[in-house]
């Protein structure tokens, strides 16, 4: 599933950010995916999911408390509409203004050629005298009827089998999106959808579908999350599965789906982001009896203190628990012995390619010597840093703005990341107060989970912006400073 417009409570992958803080305003999550019909060509699917309790009410014909929201797509290339849908999304009725407004949901199908478009997209609720959120997003179709294909890959919060049609069905099974991609703790069960196509131009009748979920960082399988399912070759195969994902740790994941022919080459592959909260898992105590590190890389690293910096240099790609016993195990003060160290290490690094964690840890360790190199202060150490810790978390930006000098501005960094799992286009801005230390504090992105400051250019002209006014999100005037057209257009 291509993710994710929020317009609640964060900037969760890209746009409608200033209506995250009001709380009069229409909070409201859209995602999308891409389908291919043989007979018709290519079509997108919308999916959006209204927060009932941010609407307006107002009585109906029939004297029901009813919501009404507009909601528009449109499909440019070079600002020429090429495709648009408007339409009137109604909420469940109420026989009372006081009752409890549920969520609802909608779906919709928009047949759409090949090709890259930037869709626009406008919510407005006809109750309210807000204006309506209008937010942009890339998107990219490209369905070649002579190759075998996979769609997108849906997040699936329900589905069951129904012969009769609906706005949810798809090949005889209604559907239910699951709009978000994250998954907390109460949640047990992942389940995805996806179609293979043309698989019939294949010289088999049979084909092997592999999925599994992979580490976001490494990419690789999770050999305890992965699944196998035999297709008949034809023009459309469904695939809907499942996974348990109770003992999942808090993480960022993606979902993986692979066609594999019967001479196991690669045919075609899905993939989607996801994030999961799983505190029952993260504090769970670590088991390291039975891990071995004899004949091990792990066993050259004889000195305790080389082996807790190792350790700390790990955390910007740890997950929850793992960082938990580095904070604790790791910390320059602790007495952790040389095999609990050791072990660890070892185990870290099983955990994310099991067939060769030396060549793992071995990559990993170049780029923390590359931090190290661009990032180090006086007390810190590269990967210790906000910027050290960023880039070893995502990889290199690919676009850094470095501004060591600006008339009304401390020094400050802009750097753009194209994609961060399923979101496009993740900021981050640095800045240094001390023009001495190297040290760049992380003071604003649009990346989910980082720390989102809509005050972040106040703040960086603060040495000349008065700060009083809370309200205030952008300086007054702003002669001097490139900021803001750097963050919006890095270069």
């Known amino acids: 599933m291509v993710r994710l417009v929020s317009i609640s409570f964060l900037f969760l992958w890209f746009f409608f950010v200033d209506s995250a803080l009001a709380q009069d305003k229409i909070q409201a999550y859209f995602s999308y995916c891409t389908f291919y019909n043989p007979e018709k060509g290519p079509y997108i699917e919308t999916y959006l999911s209204v927060n009932g309790s941010s ?48 969520n609802f949901l909608d779906q919709q199908r928009i047949a759409i050629p090949n090709g890259k478009y930037i869709l626009e997209i406008k919510i407005r609720d ?6 309506a959120f209008t937010g942009t997003q890339e998107i990219s179709i490209n369905y070649d009827s002579t190759k075998m294909a996979m769609s997108s890959i849906q997040l699936v919060s329900d589905y069951k089998p129904n012969s009769s049609g609906g706005i949810f069905n798809k090949s005889g099974i209604d559907v239910i999106p ?37 580490d976001f960082q490494t990419k690789l399988p999770i050999p ?6 035999r297709q008949t070759a034809a023009p459309v195969n469904v695939v809907l599965r499942e996974f348990n994902i109770a003992k999942l740790g808090t993480g960022n994941y993606y979902i993986v789906v692979e066609a594999r022919n019967k001479e196991n080459v690669l045919m075609t592959y899905q993939s989607t ?58 910390s320059r003060k602790s007495d952790s012995e040389l095999e609990t160290l050791q072990k660890y290490f070892y185990s870290f690094w099983v955990n994310r390619n099991t067939l060769d964690p030396e060549q793992e840890w071995r990559k990993y360790e170049l780029e923390v010597k590359k931090v190290n ?20 978390q995502y990889g290199p930006p690919n676009t850094r703005v470095e501004i060591p000098s600006e008339p009304v501005s401390y020094p400050y960094e802009i750097w753009q990341y194209l994609k961060v799992g399923r979101q496009n286009n993740g900021r981050f801005v640095f800045y240094s107060e001390d023009l001495v230390t190297n040290d760049f504090v992380l003071l604003h992105s649009t990346v989910f989970g980082e720390p989102n400051n809509e005050r972040w ?17 952008q300086p007054a005037g702003s002669v001097g400073s490139r900021a803001r057209m750097y963050f919006n257009d890095p270069r």
């Open 55 to 102: 609407a307006v009410y107002k009585k109906n014909e029939k004297g029901m408390y009813q919501s009404k929201i507009e909601v528009t797509y449109l499909f440019k290339q070079a600002e020429e509409i090429k495709q648009f849908d408007k339409y009137t999304l109604l909420s469940p009725e109420n026989a009372d203004s006081s009752s409890p407004k549920t």
């Open 126 to 131: 006809e109750y309210s005298e807000n204006a």
């Open 178 to 214: 699951n709009v978000v991609d994250y998954y907390p703790d109460e949640v047990s069960k992942l389940k995805f959808y996806t179609e293979i196509y043309n698989s019939h131009k294949l010289q088999s009748e049979k084909y092997l579908v592999k999925y599994y979920l992979s």
């Open 224 to 229: 305890e999350f992965t699944g196998f399912v």
């Open 273 to 330: 982001f996801f994030q999961r909260t799983n505190l029952a898992v993260d504090t769970l105590p670590l088991d390291l009896s039975k891990v071995d590190v004899s004949h091990t890389f792990a066993e050259a690293y004889k000195s305790r203190d080389t082996l807790k910096e190792i350790l700390r240099s790990m955390r910007p790609i740890a997950h929850e628990n793992e960082r938990t016993f580095i904070d604790n195990s790791a």
């Open 373 to 392: 190199d661009a990032f180090s202060t006086s007390i810190k150490r590269g990967y210790e840093t906000d910027r050290g810790r960023v880039y070893l």
């Open 457 to 473: 250019d106040m703040q960086l002209q603060r040495r000349t912006t008065p700060q009083y006014n809370l309200d205030q999100t």
